[in-house]
């Protein structure tokens, strides 16, 4: 936590759960990105959190953004992005936000398919527009992730080639080959692989007479939650030599899109304890139920996979017990972590707070607006 942070929380009215977020901390994390990989540019992934005043300072900087809807490319413009640092970023969309997306001056978009290709060709021949690009999202596993994103985006890297060809004789500009290595990925060393099957796109396209530019290389990057994770210098090195072991001299224009890692470290979420209770008298568990869950902004605890550090005032008191953790809300589902209890003071009561840190990204924008009546997570950026 940050003293900013502490103070701000020192001195703020009670008004229910709340995600803090420091700026600073976001600013050192954009230099720390642009210094680990200085000749690749930086597309914030607006999802991790549009926060206007986080998408307005890192315009500042220099950043650009990964969108995944009008909604978030009109978020990235009023924050001062011009269009032409937009890249329209979801494999799935609707052929009428293709075209809003273009009117807005947005040039740069994924597809993982030729009917995505598709649409863009047509939004783009019906506005006049002849100079929209692509590029092409294959299939990552996503292993050593500890929230992996395969199966659902991406084609196979062998279909990537037809697709970018298709897109080719459409009339846009068969641009280059994105991928996504899994968020909070641990391991330095995966986009290895990655490098190596866009590597492959491109000697495939070339062999058709299709000179494709960039890569984009995806998010993955981590924060530290519970496990200490690499610093993005270790990240940098690994992926400019992956670069050079399959591009050879011959390095791509490459992007990255980080979310997590440039906004997970800088939140923090107090959240209160609502009830601590047993099931049973033999019960050596106790249920501890906080006034945010699953569906208050703490999704990625879905299959416990992103366990966060969580402190409380009484960790210094001595013994630590396991414990059920769970929201407030009547969905049996909203169960934080069950099969690998956590660990809190045995002198934990009903109404001390708790801080969950390492929640600067994905936890707002996951939280429902109305769910049982409470209302979505606060969002406070200072
Ligand atoms: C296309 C795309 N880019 C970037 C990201 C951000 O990934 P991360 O938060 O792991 O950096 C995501 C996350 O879902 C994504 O879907």
């Known amino acids: 936590m940050t003293q900013r942070i502490r103070e701000f929380l020192r001195n703020r009215r009670e008004d229910g759960p709340c995600m803090v977020l420091d700026l600073e901390v976001v600013r050192d994390n954009y230099m720390k990105f642009a210094s680990a990989l200085p000749d690749t540019r930086v597309f914030y992934a607006v999802k991790a959190n549009p926060a206007p005043e986080v998408l307005h300072m890192l315009a500042t900087l220099g950043s650009c953004f990964d969108t995944a809807s009008v909604q978030e490319i009109e978020m990235a413009l ?10 329209f970023g979801n494999t799935i969309k609707k052929e009428r936000d293709i075209a809003r997306a273009l009117a807005l001056g947005v040039r740069l978009f994924a597809v993982d398919c030729q009917a ?11 506005a006049d527009i002849d100079d929209a690009k692509v590029f092409c999202r294959v299939l990552c596993d996503g292993a050593g992730a500890e929230w992996p994103l395969s199966r659902k ?13 298709h897109a080719y004789r459409q009339g846009l500009e068969a641009y280059g080959v994105s991928f996504h290595v899994g968020s909070q990925q641990g391991n330095t060393e995966a986009w290895d692989s ?49 670069l050079r072991r399959h591009f050879g001299n011959r390095i791509p224009e490459t992007i990255i899109e980080p979310g997590r890692g440039m906004v997970g470290n800088a939140g923090l979420i107090e959240t209160e304890v609502v009830l601590v209770s ?9 249920w501890v139920y906080l006034d945010i869950g699953k569906f208050g902004g703490l999704a990625e605890t879905m299959d416990e996979s992103i366990r966060y550090p969580i402190r409380s005032e009484r960790d210094h008191e001595g013994e630590k017990a396991p414990c059920i953790l769970a929201g407030p809300t009547c969905d049996s589902a909203d169960v934080l972590y069950e099969k690998q209890p956590y660990m809190l003071p045995v002198s934990i009561e009903i109404g001390d707070k708790l801080l969950i840190e390492g929640a600067g990204a ?21």
């Open 278 to 286: 047993k099931k049973s008298e033999a019960d050596e568990v106790r």
């Open 78 to 87: 009023a924050a001062g992005a011009t269009a032409d640092r937009i890249s």
């Open 194 to 242: 990655a490098l190596a099957m866009a590597a492959d796109v491109f000697r495939a396209c070339g062999e058709r007479g299709i000179i494709l530019s960039m890569v984009n290389l995806g998010g993955g990057f981590p924060t530290k939650y519970l496990k200490d994770v690499p610093a993005v210098e270790a990240y940098g090195n690994s992926i400019f030599n992956a």
């Open 153 to 165: 985006f991406g084609c196979d890297p062998q279909m990537a080639p037809d697709v970018l060809e």
């Open 362 to 382: 994905y936890t707002t924008t996951y939280s429902a607006v109305a769910f049982n009546g409470f209302p979505p997570l606060k969002s406070y950026v200072i």
């Open 116 to 126: 995505e290709v598709d649409k863009i060709a047509r939004a783009a021949s019906a």
